[in-house]
């Protein structure tokens, strides 16, 4: 499977998830022209960007300047973002979330791996998902999507 074919994978199955949204800037959006090209994935079940809350997962195809460890500059690398939570991240990765594993390489690909600067807030990081994570990734997906869905409904809940 292709670089291309995994991304198109994982934004179809979000889209296929009920109550997703898929936001994808890019030329002519409102959005800043750094967020064209990348895709954020909330649950929203009117439609509508939610202005309260951060999305459960991103997809980025380039460096942020915040962001530069996994090299996503070059053409056809890009990177899966997950919010999983603390004990997922902590299964997932063996250490507890803000503690960079030392020696790991953040431009590795195909690895689960915490996310370079939201590790803290129990977000992992895929870089070029492939063989070795599509299928995790898929389910984490699910996973963070679901999360997401009890969120809103607890807000809503009243």
């Not at 300047?65 to 090299?71: A, L, Q, V």
């Not at 070795?132 to 999360?147: C, F, I, P, V």
């Amino acid at each position: 499977m292709t670089t291309n074919s995994s991304m198109a994978q994982i934004i179809d199955t979000v889209h296929a998830l009920p109550g997703s949204l898929v936001l994808a800037p890019g030329p002519g959006s409102e959005f800043p022209e750094l967020a064209w090209g990348d895709s954020f994935f909330y649950y929203a079940p009117d439609g509508q960007v939610p202005t309260n809350t951060q999305p459960y997962a991103t997809v980025v195809t380039k460096d942020y300047p915040d962001d530069t460890g996994s090299d996503l500059d070059p053409a056809g690398r890009w990177r899966l973002n997950l919010h999983v939570g603390r004990d997922r991240f902590t299964e997932l990765t063996g250490a507890t979330p803000g503690d960079l594993a030392v020696g790991r390489d953040p431009s590795a690909t195909d690895v689960v791996m915490a996310h370079p600067v939201y590790s803290a807030l129990g977000w992992v990081a895929i870089v070029n998902p492939a063989e070795g994570t599509l299928s995790l990734a898929l389910d984490l997906l699910r996973e963070a999507h679901e999360a997401a869905a009890a969120r809103y409904r607890r807000r809503h809940a009243e």
